[in-house]
């Protein structure tokens, strides 16, 4: 039972042009099957956020967004920072965009609170890494989640150059206020994230941050529809993203 | 054959011991009670036969939970042509008591789903409330 190099070499040598070859008209028959059963759909919806920060920033204090989200999603508050859990948030416009601003910016934005939430990236490094497909992206661009599935690994929080996932520490039932039977609340062990309301979309309203606010500040819409108001914004505006630079594509565009 | 006596004693405490459980029962008058779930009251038809619900409904439950969160539908066609809203809180619970239906029969059974870790009860949130 002995074989030469030469036989083996050549034997390893027609093993992976038949891998090579069998792998090309896997994903050649996998791209014709994904167009056809996804072309009609993805080309109708991309939901996206854009967020014109000096509304936002008009009414100073104000948590409206934050507080219909807690209240939507039964999101639990902690004393402990460390253990906070959290779907929209304030941030200081220098933290939020750490490599946008230079020494000259105007003193407006210096320390200024901007509203963050999952950037629902349309190349979402959360969902590369998950292992048990807890999070994927769906054909609207939402990043969704499945609780269920979740393993609580918190890959995906390492993943996230946002920050935008928070684990549950602690069982999070009695550290809500208002308990609202509409929404499930979480269990211990498990990361949760921004939705972009889809149990609302799914209603046909609009996410509960974008209806709260009281200036308008956010407006919810299609990317994929050029006659959309959210389009219009960004042919209108000159539109920050979050962390570009990392080639996630974030889908919340904000007016500086 | 001189320890007949405590053979048989011995014996007797044995058997007594072993049938304890069955007696104890017995005298609580627990062994012939069934789960007797309340039946909701309001609406007569579920979203499956009643024997398909009573053998199935945790796969019934697995599917809407795929469907709804996984592939977006959120409308279930019953088997008498009737639509429902898949939702173990908007829609089970809107007839069943979860304490008074779900329950009885889990506790009977001694299973522990853990659908309730998340999932709310509608009269546990009024409580909390109220």
Known sequence: MSISRRKFLGVAGAASALAIA???SIDALASGSSTKAGGGAAAATRWAIVIDSSKCLKKEGCKDCI????????????DDPKHEVKWIWKEPYEDAFPEQQNPYDDANLKGEPFILLCNHCDKP?????????????????????????????????????????SFNWFDPRPHIKDLNPDFPTRTKGVVE???LCEELLAQGKPPACVAACPEKAMVFGNLDDPESEVRELLRKHYTIRRKPELGTHPEIYYIV | MRDR??????????????TFPVWYDLAAGTTSKGPDP???????????????????????LMTWRQDVVREGMRDYVAFDGKTYTMGLTKTCLKCHDKKEFCDRCHNYAGVTPYCWECHVDPKLAQRSKG
């Open chain 1, 22 to 24: 069998g792998k090309t």
């Open chain 1, 67 to 78: 507080l219909a989200c807690d209240k939507a999603h039964n999101i639990p508050r902690f």
């Open chain 1, 125 to 165: 490094p959360c969902v590369r890494v998950c292992p048990t497909q807890a999070t994927w992206k769906r054909e609207d661009g939402i990043v969704m989640m499945d609780w269920h599935r979740c393993i609580g690994c918190r890959y995906c929080m390492a993943a996230c150059p946002y920050g935008s996932r």
């Open chain 1, 193 to 195: 994230k921004c939705d």
């Open chain 2, 5 to 18: 006596g405590m053979i048989i004693a011995g014996l007797l405490v044995f058997l007594a011991l072993v």
């Open chain 2, 38 to 60: 309340k039946l909701p009251t309001q609406e007569k038809d579920c979203v499956a036969p009643v024997e398909y619900m009573r053998t199935s409904h945790m796969d019934l």
